[in-house]
C-alpha cells in the first residue's frame, strides 16, 4: 500500500513546480509593462523608462542622413528585410544556372515555371546556438561560436556541394517561467528549452540567475536536401551529443516552401521572418493564451539595446552566408 507520505513525496516535485511559478507571476505583475499600440512606440517608451534614453533619441531621429537601423524603427526594418533577400537572391545565382541549363530559359521570378522549380529545390531551415544571459558581449562570443562551427563544416571535404542564407534573430524567453509552468501547449517548448538551458550553461552563456535570456538562432534558405544536410553538417548542431526534440537528424529545424504559393510570397515571407519587432512573448509562459504576453519595460529595452550592440553596421555580424564544398 502506498502510504501518504510517499504520494507526497511524488506530489512534492509538482508543487514545487506550481511555486515558483506562482511567485514569478506574482514578480512580473508588480513590474510594469510596455505602452503603446505599435512595435516602435513600445520601443521607445520602453528604453525612456529604462534610462536608455540616447538609443531612443538615435530612433527618434533616424533619418535619410543618419539610419538608426534598429529593427524597431519603421523606416530601417523594411531596409534590414531587404538586405537578407538580396543576400538571399545572390545566393540563388548558381541555381538559376541549372534552371536555366534544364528548360533552356531565362531565370525569372515572376515565371510559374521559375517559382516551381525553386519551391521544390530549396528548404527553409532553422538553427539555434544556444540561451544568453542578456549581455551584448556574451551574444557576440555565441556568434563567433557559431560561424567557426561553419568554418569547420566547410574544411571538410564534401562531394554534396550547398549554400545556406539568412540571418541570426534574437528572441528573449522566459525560461524560468516556461520551465515550471504546466501547460499542454508549452510541453514541446519545454523540452528544447531545457535541452538548450542545460547546454548554454555548460558553455557558460547563461551566467545569472535571470528569469528571462536571450534564444540566439538563425532562420535561412538553402538548395541543400535533407540528406545533405544531415551527411554534411552530422552532429554539429547536437547540444551536448544529443539532437534537439522536435528537429530534423542534422539538428536543424528544416520545412519545405509552400509549394501553393508563388516562390517571390515565399521568399519574401521567409527573409523577413529573422527580423521581428517583438514586444511580446511568442510563447506565453503565465497563462494558455499563446502570444499575449507583453514583455515588461526592462526587458524590451534590453531587447532592443542589445540588438544595437551586436548587429554592426549594415546588420553585417547578424548576416549568415555560406557556401559548402
Ligand atoms: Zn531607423
Request: glycine letters at 6%; charged letters at 25%.
Amino acid at each position: 500500500m502506498v502510504s501518504q507520505f510517499e504520494k507526497m513525496k511524488a506530489q512534492r516535485g509538482e508543487i514545487s513546480k506550481k511555486l515558483v511559478g506562482t511567485m514569478a507571476r506574482a514578480a512580473r505583475n508588480s513590474s510594469p509593462i510596455v505602452e503603446g499600440y505599435h512595435a516602435n512606440p513600445r520601443a521607445l517608451d520602453a528604453l525612456v523608462s529604462t534610462e536608455c534614453s540616447d538609443l531612443a533619441k538615435k530612433i527618434q531621429d533616424c533619418s535619410h542622413g543618419a539610419r538608426c537601423q534598429s529593427p524597431y524603427c519603421r523606416r530601417c526594418r523594411p531596409m534590414f528585410v531587404n538586405t537578407v533577400r538580396n543576400q538571399m537572391l545572390k545566393n540563388l545565382k548558381s541555381d538559376d544556372a541549372v534552371f536555366e541549363a534544364q528548360t533552356g530559359k531565362t531565370a525569372n521570378i515572376e515565371d510559374t515555371n521559375y517559382s516551381n522549380f525553386m519551391n521544390n529545390k530549396l528548404v527553409h531551415v532553422s538553427g539555434y546556438v544556444g540561451l544568453f544571459s542578456i549581455n551584448a558581449g556574451l551574444v557576440k562570443s555565441g556568434i563567433k561560436c557559431d560561424r567557426h562551427r561553419w568554418k569547420k563544416i566547410k574544411e571538410r571535404k564534401t562531394n554534396r556541394p550547398f549554400w545556406i542564407a539568412g540571418n541570426y534573430e534574437l528572441e528573449l524567453v522566459n525560461f524560468k517561467l516556461l520551465l515550471h509552468t504546466t501547460n499542454e501547449d508549452n510541453a514541446k517548448k519545454q523540452k528544447q528549452i531545457r535541452q538548450i538551458y542545460d547546454y548554454s550553461k555548460q558553455q557558460g552563456w547563461i551566467v545569472w540567475h535571470e528569469d528571462a535570456a536571450l534564444l540566439l538562432h538563425w532562420h535561412g534558405i538553402s538548395n541543400a536536401s535533407k540528406d545533405t544536410l544531415t551527411e554534411v553538417i552530422g552532429s554539429d548542431y547536437y547540444m551536448d551529443g544529443t539532437k534537439l526534440y522536435n528537429m530534423h537528424e542534422s539538428g536543424l529545424f528544416v520545412q519545405k516552401f509552400h509549394l501553393d504559393k508563388p516562390f517571390k510570397k515565399n521568399l519574401d515571407k521567409i527573409s523577413s521572418y529573422g527580423i521581428k519587432n517583438a514586444t511580446r512573448y511568442k510563447h506565453s509562459f503565465i497563462g494558455s493564451d499563446a502570444g499575449d504576453e507583453l514583455m515588461l519595460k526592462q526587458e524590451l529595452s534590453d531587447l532592443v539595446s542589445t540588438y544595437d550592440e551586436v548587429q554592426g553596421r549594415n546588420w553585417r555580424s547578424l548576416m549568415l552566408s555560406h557556401t559548402i564544398g
